[in-house]
């Protein structure tokens, strides 16, 4: 079942010197389950490319469907809802809360999900990525693994449909880097579906599926 | 995580930011309620100096011409005397002397000459108030200086005035006033002597003032009201004293420093909105998160305003604290008269707990507004 379809989906970036296309005519798929890596160099377009899937970029030109619905025909509202139900991110910078510990961050999605995300769940899930030494830690207390296992916890606790992951192993050594691709592999082996952007190959081995991308087009899928 | 939750632990987190909003805030509230502390005080000092006080009136019939009025010194038209004794045994008004008067100007012994009649004192039952008019007896004339010099009239010299005899009682001293060509007598005389039987034109209300309970109350407003019930043909015109002096005074000074509580209301409000928008651009990245998570644009909205309205509600009561404290410590200082009236006013802080968050909120408007308009796509790829 196709999860995820791409239809001549364009972006371009308006600059000083000019437009820029980080996507160009992309038509891609990604079925419920995939695990699947999307490889390029820098400025092929691959952040730009999982954004715009999570209903966070809208393309200038193109559709993007997630279980066939035009997430950008939906309206503001809904696409936020859309993308608190059904989409996690984790990214390269770790993006977490500065202020808040590792629960309370892993715990974040509540502010949106209200009580169906238990305290007892972001523990459990905590411990399985060995982070329960850490619970009450703030991020600047963490290292750089850690941080990222907090953001992969973060991402699972509300059980997406779809997990997108912007080089989650770009500021990782590689122990700390295999361990975050295995968790991901982990979700995805429970029938979750895994988008990863990424320069590196250390999810290659769990991908399904291998996707290059270059100067906004795909190379090979 | 609830919202109040995230705002507390983020302003715990950037404490300089949070303080110095807070500082803001407290300032602006302090100011506002030391002053108007003070001002309360002198305010009800005022009214109470008026109250011990009173105002100084004439009372002249309905129909006077006042252009007249002010050019001759007295009204042409007369009222009733029974006026007088309708006014005094009114419970409603208080004085300290209140007299009738009728006088006119007429021609004496070839010069014009103010022929007034006094009627003799009456004062508030009760009130031991030495008579600040002097009472004549009937029959007695009191002489001013330039008639008494151009007549040499003494002490004990009898006159005729218009086919009625009186004797000099006393020869008034130089005034420097229209009262060198005056000669008062009593009431009854000056009416018998004019042909104008109980009739008087002026009724004079010394240290006149309303028995109202409420200090709040315009106090000289309810005096009009309450004489125009009372005597509905005459009008009162007002002879200014220190007590309205100084409440006009009051009035000045309270416009003064509402023009410096409105620049300093402004300037923190800009002081709270530059700070917030430092803010916005420091959580760049965490809105962005936010927003990849599902927050809505109003949820992120919330997060500023929420802390604005926290800010405010905080700033209000140590503002309250502050305020009062410096009233309480330099009001003294400042306004001596009314020292002893500055006391804490509770309605200021509720007050302030209303306005103070809205106030907040109002200048974080445009930084929420900001953070809610940023593309988290475009701050998520930010390194």
Known sequence: MIMVRLERASKFYRTKHGDVKALDEVNL?????EFAVVRGPSGSGKTTLLLSIGGMLRPTKGQVFINNSDIYTMSERERVAFRAENVGFVFQLFHLVPYLNVIDNVLLP????????????AKDLLNRLDLTERIYHKPAELSAGEKQRTAVARALLKRPRIILADEPTGNLDPENAEEIIRHLAEYHSKGGTVIVVTHGKAADRYASRVVHLKKGHIDSA | MRTFGLILKEMLERKLNFLLSLLAIVIAAALFV????????????????????????RIIPEKTNMEKFWQRGYSEETMPESHVYELASYEGISYAHLTAILQKKVIWQGREVFLTGIAPELATPGRKKPPMIF??????VYIGFEIA?????????????????????????????????????????????????????EIKALQCLCIAHDTNTN???????????ILPDAKVILIQNIASARESQRIMAERY?????????????AWIGILAMLNVRERRQEIGIMRALGYSSTKIAVLFLGKAVFIGLIGAILGFGLGTALALKFGPVIFKVTASMITPQIKLLYWGVIASPAVCSLSVFIPAMTAVAQDPAVTLREE
């Open chain 1, 29 to 33: 798929q990604f079925n419920e389950g």
């Open chain 2, 135 to 140: 009472s004549i007896e009937r029959g007695n």
């Open chain 2, 219 to 229: 106090s000289l407003s309810l005096l009009r009201y309450q004489l125009a019930r």
């Open chain 2, 257 to 269: 420093f509402g023009f410096i509580i409105i620049f300093v209301v402004v300037v923190c409000m």
């Open chain 2, 34 to 57: 030391a002053f108007f502390t003070t001002g309360e005080a002198s305010k009800n000092e005022t009214i109470r100096l008026m109250r011990d006080i009173g105002f100084n009136l």
């Open chain 2, 149 to 201: 010099q151009g007549l040499d009239l003494k002490k004990g010299d009898t006159i005729d005035i218009f086919g009625k005899t009186f004797t000099v009682f006393h020869s008034l001293s130089e005034s420097g006033s229209e009262d060198d060509i005056r000669i008062y007598a009593h009431l009854h005389d000056v009416q018998s002597v004019l042909n104008m039987e109980n009739r008087i034109n």
């Open chain 1, 110 to 121: 509540a502010g949106v999900g209200g009580s169906r995300y238990s305290q007892e769940e």
